[in-house]
């Protein structure tokens, strides 16, 4: 495994220069209280809650060696990070890699200097819903000189919090009797704050429960302001399901920052922030030091079927200029906006290329043939493979660039293609969608994908000079959008809703790059396929091992939508029921036309009658029917 990792830093670093490496022991965590409601159990690193924050800069090449210590398999995906040709390293537990087995270690190594890539990042686990229970902290990329000037930084981490643990959480979502699909909806908000890597403590004449002592939550934490000092705040959204709206009393921000991409300031009130997404802003401190102003994270409770009543959905931190003088907080605002992202100008001109190819994603949940609800693109929910993806790519030769070789859920895509990705949003609900190993451009929304009015569906500018790009993108119900990538990147990358609950049942896809030029490229480390034979996973061949690529037996597939209409049985069912209702009738005639009966024939109807009742009960699946002994 050491030398794996020596291998894949000489190729990413030939010079071993600035080489950062952490040590990551994923572990569980007794007790954590973050929210002061319940104590529960979280996935942590190190033994504490929350794992560290990361802060490197554009020279380094990250290597994380991340001991999975937990009972079930794990990962980390470095999320937005590109990999360039390096997808097995991305995380994403099912496409990249098989997971990493408990008692075992990955090396994941993150070329940072060779991506061009700097901001506002975060890291998480890929496997099993796990950052729901914990496994999540930030991560910040300095380049060499900022396109902006600020005197000081915070990073300001966002996140829904549960008191279950995802399993539980999960197999309640996931269940006949929810078969509306109503998501858990979250106990409580966090919000907490970072600085040069290390979390900001709790305000002083506090006492926040001894798990999470060291570190600031909600209302017991604050941001140290000086006057006259500009600030950048970076905002993260490490969120399973809830959207925020952010805000501070008393002070202007400007955004400079959206998932990593620098941009020309933009004047805003109000940030909001969906899950995985990242904004930076520049607020400038005050001259005045007699208040404390409030700064303001609510949930986005539009999202949630229910909002019980034990659950306040908006919390608050501070902002300090001196520790004695009286918190003002002008309390909730009169009306929530989205960020027009669409309006954000990227520093780093990149001008819009033509489209070659386009594929449309239609969101859709149903109520499936067992009764559980799911998510589905094009109708077709997805199913992790047997074999992980960038793995079916490595292996299956000129077969890789069979779509059908990954299962109905995946795009082969050739090398430098430009396509389109028309994101449709049929859902009542808002989505946040995230593409691993890119960054998009936004090159238009329709406000309603099926309406003919340009005013509501616009055509397309495709003379865009510089559109915005990044990588996690907000769609509302019924809005669509459409984002053009560069197929630049050889490997298998995860497109998908970035809710937790809604990856869970399917609302994803993959986006298989350049196969054979990726063979050409191959350098997946041995210890990835004795981690996947320890878990029993196969590792070569398609979606489900085999060295086809149309034989896809064995494959996990559905749950199917309900075939709802007339069919056979249906027919059947119906004509019983009118074929009992006439003999009805017409005995009930019989009797007022005098008619006699006998009590032998009176029995002998009346057990009729009680037989096409259970026939029409077994047809609408109300009563079984007998089994032989």
Same mark, same amino acid.
């Given at each position: 495994? @050491?030398?794996?990792?020596?291998?894949?830093?000489?190729?990413?670093?030939?010079?071993?220069?600035?080489?950062?490496?952490?040590?990551?022991?994923?572990?569980?965590?007794?007790?954590?209280?973050?929210?002061?409601?319940?104590?529960?159990?979280?996935?942590?690193?190190?033994?504490?809650?929350?794992?560290?924050?990361?802060?490197?800069?554009?020279?380094?090449?990250?290597?994380?060696?991340?001991?999975?210590?937990? %009972?079930?398999?794990?990962?980390?995906?470095?999320?937005?990070?590109?990999?360039?040709?390096?997808?097995?390293?991305?995380?994403?537990?099912?496409?990249?890699?098989?997971?990493? /087995?408990?008692?075992?270690?990955?090396?994941?190594?993150?070329?940072?200097?060779?991506?061009?890539?700097?901001?506002?990042?975060?890291?998480?686990?890929? *496997?099993?819903?796990?950052?729901?229970?914990?496994?999540?902290?930030?991560?910040?990329?300095? /380049?060499?000189?900022?396109?902006?000037?600020?005197?000081?930084?915070?990073?300001?981490?966002?996140?829904?919090?549960?008191?279950?643990?995802?399993?539980?959480?999960?197999?309640?979502?996931?269940?006949?009797?929810?078969? &509306?699909?109503?998501?858990?909806? $979250?106990?409580?908000? #966090?919000?907490?704050?970072?600085?040069?890597?290390?979390?900001?403590? /709790?305000?002083?004449?506090?006492?926040? %429960?001894?798990?999470?002592?060291?570190?600031?939550?909600?209302?017991? *934490?604050?941001?140290?302001?000086?006057?006259?000092?500009?600030?950048?705040?970076?905002?993260?959204?490490?969120? +399973?399901?809830?959207?925020?709206?952010?805000?501070?009393? &008393?002070?202007?921000?400007?955004?400079?920052?959206?998932?990593?991409?620098?941009?020309?300031?933009?004047?805003?009130?109000?940030?909001?922030?969906?899950?995985?997404?990242?904004?930076?802003?520049?607020?400038?401190?005050?001259?005045?030091?007699?208040?404390?102003? *409030?700064?303001?994270?609510?949930?986005?409770?539009?999202?949630?079927?229910?909002? $019980?009543?034990?659950?306040?959905?908006?919390?608050?931190?501070?902002?300090?200029?001196?520790?004695?003088? $009286?918190?003002?907080?002008?309390?909730?605002?009169?009306?929530?906006?989205?960020?027009?992202?669409?309006?954000?100008?990227?520093?780093?001109?990149?001008?819009?290329?033509? +489209?070659?190819?386009?594929?449309?994603?239609?969101?859709?949940?149903?109520?499936?043939?067992?009764?559980?609800?799911?998510?589905?693109?094009?109708?077709?929910?997805?199913?992790?493979?047997?074999?992980?993806?960038?793995?079916?790519?490595?292996?299956?030769?000129?077969?890789?660039?069979?779509?059908?070789?990954?299962? /109905?859920?995946?795009?082969?895509?050739?090398?430098?293609?430009?396509?389109?990705?028309?994101? @449709?949003?049929?859902?009542?609900?808002?989505?946040?969608? =995230?593409?691993?190993? =890119?960054?998009?451009?936004?090159?238009?929304?329709?406000? %309603?994908?099926?309406?003919?009015?340009?005013?509501?569906?616009?055509?397309?500018?495709?003379?865009?000079?510089?559109?915005?790009?990044?990588?996690?993108?907000?769609?509302?119900?019924?809005?669509?959008?459409?984002?053009?990538?560069?197929?630049?990147?050889?490997?298998?990358?995860?497109?998908?809703?970035?809710?937790?609950?809604?990856?869970?049942?399917?609302?994803?896809?993959?986006?298989?790059?350049?196969?054979?030029?990726?063979?050409?490229?191959?350098?997946?480390?041995?210890?990835?396929?004795?981690?996947?034979?320890?878990?029993?996973? $196969?590792?070569?061949?398609?979606?489900?091992? =085999?060295?086809?690529?149309?034989?896809?037996?064995?494959?996990?597939?559905?749950?199917?939508?309900?075939?709802?209409?007339?069919?056979?049985?249906?027919?059947?069912?119906?004509?019983?029921?009118?074929?009992?209702?006439?003999?009805?009738?017409?005995?009930?005639?019989?009797?007022?036309?005098?008619?006699?009966?006998?009590?032998?024939?009176?029995? =002998?109807?009346?057990?009729?009658?009680?037989?096409?009742?259970?026939?029409?009960?077994?047809?609408? &699946? #109300?009563?079984?029917? @007998?089994?032989?002994?």
């Amino acid at each position: 495994m @050491k030398w794996s990792a020596l291998a894949l830093l000489s190729a990413a670093s030939p010079a071993l220069a600035a080489v950062r490496e952490i040590w990551w022991n994923i572990t569980y965590v007794q007790d954590a209280n973050p929210d002061g409601l319940q104590p529960r159990r979280v996935i942590g690193v190190n033994g504490t809650w929350p794992p560290p924050p990361i802060d490197v800069t554009t020279d380094d090449v990250l290597l994380v060696h991340a001991t999975n210590s937990i %009972d079930q398999p794990s990962s980390l995906h470095h999320h937005g990070m590109f990999f360039n040709s390096t997808s097995w390293m991305d995380g994403a537990v099912g496409v990249s890699q098989c997971g990493i /087995p408990p008692g075992q270690t990955f090396d994941y190594v993150v070329p940072i200097n060779s991506s061009g890539q700097w901001g506002t990042y975060w890291v998480h686990s890929h *496997a099993g819903g796990q950052y729901v229970d914990g496994l999540r902290a930030p991560v910040v990329i300095h /380049p060499p000189k900022e396109a902006h000037a600020y005197d000081e930084e915070y990073t300001i981490v966002l996140g829904d919090w549960y008191h279950d643990e995802h399993s539980v959480l999960l197999d309640q979502f996931v269940n006949i009797a929810n078969p &509306g699909g109503a998501e858990p909806v $979250p106990d409580s908000a #966090l919000i907490y704050f970072a600085q040069n890597g290390t979390y900001l403590g /709790p305000k002083s004449g506090t006492n926040p %429960d001894p798990v999470t002592s060291a570190v600031g939550f909600n209302e017991n *934490a604050t941001l140290p302001f000086q006057p006259g000092k500009t600030y950048r705040l970076r905002i993260v959204n490490t969120s +399973a399901f809830a959207a925020f709206f952010f805000w501070i009393d &008393g002070h202007d921000m400007r955004i400079i920052e959206a998932d990593g991409t620098d941009v020309e300031e933009s004047p805003i009130d109000l940030i909001s922030i969906t899950v995985a997404q990242r904004y930076s802003v520049l607020v400038t401190a005050r001259n005045d030091t007699s208040a404390n102003w *409030a700064i303001h994270a609510n949930m986005d409770t539009d999202m949630f079927d229910t909002v $019980p009543d034990t659950l306040n959905p908006n919390v608050t931190s501070s902002i300090t200029y001196d520790a004695s003088a $009286p918190l003002t907080d002008l309390g909730t605002v009169d009306t929530y906006h989205d960020v027009d992202d669409l309006a954000l100008v990227p520093i780093d001109v990149e001008p819009l290329p033509a +489209a070659q190819r386009t594929i449309e994603l239609e969101v859709s949940f149903d109520t499936m043939q067992d009764g559980t609800n799911h998510a589905m693109f094009n109708g077709i929910t997805y199913n992790s493979p047997l074999v992980p993806a960038i793995m079916s790519e490595m292996s299956l030769g000129e077969n890789a660039t069979v779509a059908s070789a990954y299962g /109905p859920t995946s795009f082969v895509v050739d090398h430098l293609t430009v396509f389109d990705i028309v994101l @449709k949003n049929g859902d009542a609900g808002k989505h946040p969608f =995230h593409l691993h190993g =890119h960054k998009m451009q936004l090159v238009g929304r329709a406000q %309603d994908y099926t309406s003919d009015d340009p005013a509501l569906n616009p055509p397309l500018n495709n003379s865009q000079p510089n559109p915005m790009r990044r990588d996690t993108v907000q769609v509302p119900s019924m809005n669509s959008v459409t984002l053009r990538v560069i197929a630049d990147n050889p490997g298998v990358w995860f497109f998908h809703c970035h809710i937790e609950w809604h990856l869970e049942v399917g609302l994803a896809v993959t986006f298989v790059e350049a196969p054979l030029i990726a063979q050409q490229r191959d350098a997946i480390p041995p210890f990835m396929f004795d981690q996947c034979a320890a878990l029993g996973l $196969p590792t070569a061949g398609n979606a489900a091992g =085999h060295a086809s690529a149309t034989d896809l037996s064995g494959l996990p597939l559905g749950p199917f939508p309900q075939n709802n209409g007339w069919h056979a049985k249906g027919i059947g069912a119906m004509f019983g029921c009118v074929l009992t209702a006439t003999l009805g009738m017409a005995s009930v005639t019989w009797y007022a036309l005098g008619g006699h009966i006998s009590e032998e024939e009176m029995e =002998h109807e009346a057990r009729e009658h009680q037989e096409a009742k259970e026939r029409r009960g077994r047809f609408f &699946g #109300l009563v079984g029917g @007998k089994k032989s002994a």
